[in-house]
């Protein structure tokens, strides 16, 4: 069973950035597709980023684009959401999760597809 902890977030002014880390721990990490989702409120929970297991294959959300980077450290067992140029409307909690996978150069968008998922870390952007 894989455990998933989120930290790094906070409030932040428009403009500004935070990194968000995931700590993953009971499991072989390098063998998981990582993800970041976020849920504003009284919203739907959406796709952030994901990558492969080492990082080299990376998607993003179309809102964040440019601005959002994750990023993976195999020896550390953790993965990162670098958020750049944060806007309001990012506000949300931020949830790291994971897939376990055969398919090592995949990453994965869709909520149904993760097998574990941490408890959430809030991310609020001032204007």
């Known amino acids: 069973q894989v455990q998933l902890v989120e930290s790094g977030g906070g409030l932040v002014q428009a403009g500004g950035s935070l990194r968000l880390s995931c700590a993953a721990s009971?499991?072989?990490?390098?063998?998981?597709?990582m993800g970041w989702f976020r849920q504003a409120p009284g919203k739907e929970r959406e796709f952030v980023a994901a990558?492969?297991?080492?990082?080299?294959?990376?998607g993003y959300a179309d809102s964040v684009k440019g601005r959002f980077a994750i990023s993976r450290d195999n020896a550390d067992n953790t993965a990162y959401l670098q958020m750049n140029s944060l806007k309001p409307e990012d506000t949300a909690i931020y949830y790291c999760?994971?897939?376990?996978?055969?398919?090592?150069?995949?990453?994965?968008?869709?909520?149904?597809?993760?097998?574990?998922w941490g408890q959430g870390t809030q991310v609020t952007v001032s204007s």
């Open positions: 999760a994971a897939k376990r996978t055969t398919v090592y150069t995949a990453y994965f968008s869709r909520i149904s597809s993760y097998d574990y």
């Open positions: 009971g499991g072989t990490f390098s063998s998981l597709a």
């Open positions: 990558c492969d297991w080492r990082g080299s294959n990376t």
